[in-house]
């Protein structure tokens, strides 16, 4: 690397300005919401950040509605004597089929929770990691311009674990577009870079020379910490941390492994998806369910209209069937529309990095985009507290 790209490492991660910035609070984020307005009827107004916002939804409850009234049409006009149907038998079919999908759903939603709480668990870690890695070199009195470089890398690192999830669900093609693309954004000339200060937008940079080389290696997000690693074993050969049989080099070796544990936690959990046969069944028999409860109230309703029809006391007929139909339309549109919505919900969960965009507002995603940020600013809040001890002299560490 050229002797600009040297200097630029010795100077501040952040400019003071950008260390007061603080994230935009983002009225979908999953994460954050008041957890006291659960309890009380502001449940019912809520729609950012929930499933009802879902098309899908509404979409497959507007195709079960079309065929039930399909179904009543039907059963009025094409059956002769549709009084006769034995719509019994359908409500014992869709009886013994909501003991199952229950049950079934029940364990899908259990294990997309655990493994939500797993990815954002493995996020936080290796966030956590970073700013104990930069705290600790920091403290040491490590060469300024070596802490910002591991410290660079390790967002870029980080940056790159979220590019390469929020795209996993694209196409293969699609796929090495969006990663090649966003190793463009993060790709910086030197020439051009600001030598007074690196702002919050270049923290995750790297140089055309470095971009050459992780443009070879299918996962930069764990690579990268080779050369943390190694350059951390550089410094202490160096004798600019403490050298490799001490304790403190331990510590700073095991908060770099933490880190990439934490990137194998996250991978994990997203990259190991319950078997399809298991979730495609799980699908099926939602949607088996759904239909034949749909049927089931649709020769109901052709039922209940085609004794009025022929009925000499329409008004009579209406007022006695009209509990029973209403009782029916209930029980069916009630069912199906939650075993459907705890589906999408599932569903949602089970991918909370879908989308292809680093700021999708899905439900259920992790906001890993505004973590980032939040990271950033603490490596830079730190930094600007490095450079302006109260009474005494940053330390340096002399081997």
């Known amino acids: 690397m050229g002797e600009r790209g040297e200097d630029i490492e010795k100077q501040p991660l952040l400019e003071k300005s950008d260390s007061k910035a603080a994230p935009e609070e983002d009225e979908g984020d999953s994460m954050s ?3 006291r307005k659960l309890i009380t009827f502001e449940v019912f107004r809520a729609t950012t950040g929930t499933i009802w916002v879902k098309a899908s939804l509404w979409r497959s409850m507007g195709l079960l509605l079309l065929l039930a009234l399909a179904t009543a049409t039907g059963s009025a006009l094409l059956v002769k004597e549709p009084e006769k149907l034995k719509t019994d038998e359908f409500s014992k079919l869709n009886g013994f089929l909501k003991a199952i999908v229950g049950l079934l759903l029940g364990f899908f939603l ?3 929770v655990n493994r939500w709480y797993a990815c954002a668990s493995g996020f936080l870690e290796l966030f956590n990691a970073i ?7 920091t403290a040491i009195g490590a060469p300024k311009e070596r802490v910002h470089m591991i410290v660079r890398y390790c967002v ?3 940056c790159s674990l979220h590019y390469s999830l929020s795209g996993q ?7 090495l577009q969006w990663r090649f693309a966003k190793f463009e954004t993060m790709c910086s000339d030197a020439d051009k870079l600001d030598d007074k200060a690196i702002s919050t937008a270049n923290l995750a940079k790297i140089y055309p020379s470095e971009k050459d080389l992780l443009a070879n290696v299918v996962d930069p997000s764990q690579t ?7 350059l951390l074993t550089r410094m202490a050969a160096d004798g600019e941390i403490p050298a490799m049989p001490t304790p403190t080099y331990g510590k700073i070796m095991s908060l770099a492994d933490k880190a990439y544990g934490g990137i194998r936690e996250v991978q994990g959990a997203i990259c190991v998806q319950p078997p399809y046969v298991y979730v495609q069944t799980i699908a099926m ?8 409860t749909a049927v089931s109230f649709g020769m109901t309703l052709g039922v209940t209209l085609s004794v009025a029809k022929t009925s000499k006391n329409v008004s009579e007929v209406i007022s006695k069937d009209l509990q029973d139909l209403l009782v029916q339309f209930i029980m069916s549109t009630t069912g199906p529309f939650l075993y459907q919505t705890l589906l999408e919900v599932a569903v949602c ?24 940020s939040n990271l950033k600013k603490d490596l830079g809040d730190a930094d600007y507290m490095t450079n302006r001890l109260p009474c005494w002299e940053q330390p340096k560490f002399k081997s």
């Open 33 to 35: 919401y008041d957890a």
């Open 110 to 112: 259990s294990s997309s």
């Open 131 to 137: 700013r104990a890695l930069h705290m600790q070199l």
């Open 156 to 158: 870029v690192s980080a």
């Open 169 to 175: 669900t694209l196409p293969k093609d699609e796929r």
């Open 224 to 230: 990268l910490w080779v050369w943390v690693t190694s």
């Open 285 to 292: 028999l939602v949607n088996v369910n759904n239909i034949v």
């Open 349 to 372: 969960i089970a991918q909370p990095f879908a989308g292809g965009h680093e700021k999708n507002d899905s439900p259920g995603r992790i906001p890993t985009w505004k973590l980032l």
